[in-house]
């Protein structure tokens, strides 16, 4: 079945780094991806998403391209701020053919140090 | 309301015993979701209600849960004879029909059992 890996946490980082987040999928057909934040205490929000090979999505800074050839959807962010530390979701689902039902990863944390 | 509202925040619940949680979606969104965040299993689809009815159910871990939606708006997630396995966020999300819209996520119900 769908099936969605990113790379375990805690990622811990100086402000201003640069940030990867990896995220590779397992699906049939052309799905949808997307990046998921959940700062403490808030729930989860939509940060980004590409519906189609080669697509990018990018909000706040942060950046993922889909990349069909190597299924992956990495999360890039230039300059990392301490307001950026959160837990980081990589889903997809099977975009307008489907319910909608999202496929999620194991989750990321972020941890930024001034 | 401005989201997905879900109540209670928290829950502490002996073993054995019944639960109810509830999701309140944004008005207007005819597709709704729950998930289960827990320790070691990431987030878990759970059900999919399209207005009042469930065209999948398949994340439903036990025939110990089960959802309604009325009026295609509140929906619950009853938890019948409560274990402690099933300790765990329960999220809520809306969107508009699915595809590649985006869903909107409650802040969740933490469930404990003791």
């Known amino acids: 079945g769908d099936s969605v890996t990113q790379m375990e946490g805690p990622v811990t980082l100086s402000e201003e780094a640069f940030l990867t987040i990896n995220c590779t999928y397992t699906a049939t057909g052309y799905p949808s991806l997307f990046w998921y934040v959940q700062y403490p205490g808030e729930g989860l929000q939509l940060l980004l998403k590409a519906t189609k090979a080669d697509d990018k999505g990018s909000n706040k800074g942060f950046e993922a391209t889909y990349r069909k050839e190597t299924t992956s959807f990495h999360l890039e962010k230039g300059s990392v701020q301490v307001s950026d530390s959160a837990v980081y979701f990589c889903?997809?689902?099977?975009?307008?053919?489907?319910?909608?039902?999202?496929?999620f990863g194991q989750g990321t944390t972020l941890q930024v140090k001034p | 309301g401005a989201g997905v509202s879900q109540s209670p925040s928290n829950k502490v619940t002996e073993k054995g015993k019944d639960v109810e949680l509830r999701c309140d979606p944004i008005?207007?969104?005819?597709?709704l979701y729950w998930y289960r965040q827990s320790l070691g299993q990431g987030l878990e689809f759970l059900i999919y209600?399209?207005?009042?009815?469930?065209?999948?159910k398949s994340g439903l871990p036990s025939d110990r849960f089960s959802a309604e939606r009325t009026g295609g708006s509140v929906s619950t997630l009853t938890i019948q004879r409560t274990q402690q396995e099933d300790s765990a966020v329960y999220l809520c999300?809306?969107?508009?029909?699915?595809?590649?819209?985006?869903?909107?996520f409650g802040q969740g119900t933490r469930l404990t059992v003791v």
């Open positions: 889903a997809l689902n099977r975009g307008s053919s489907n319910t909608g039902k999202l496929i």
């Open positions: 999300a809306s969107s508009l029909p699915p595809g590649n819209t985006e869903a909107f």
């Open positions: 209600f399209q207005g009042n009815s469930a065209p999948d």
């Open positions: 008005s207007g969104h005819t597709a």
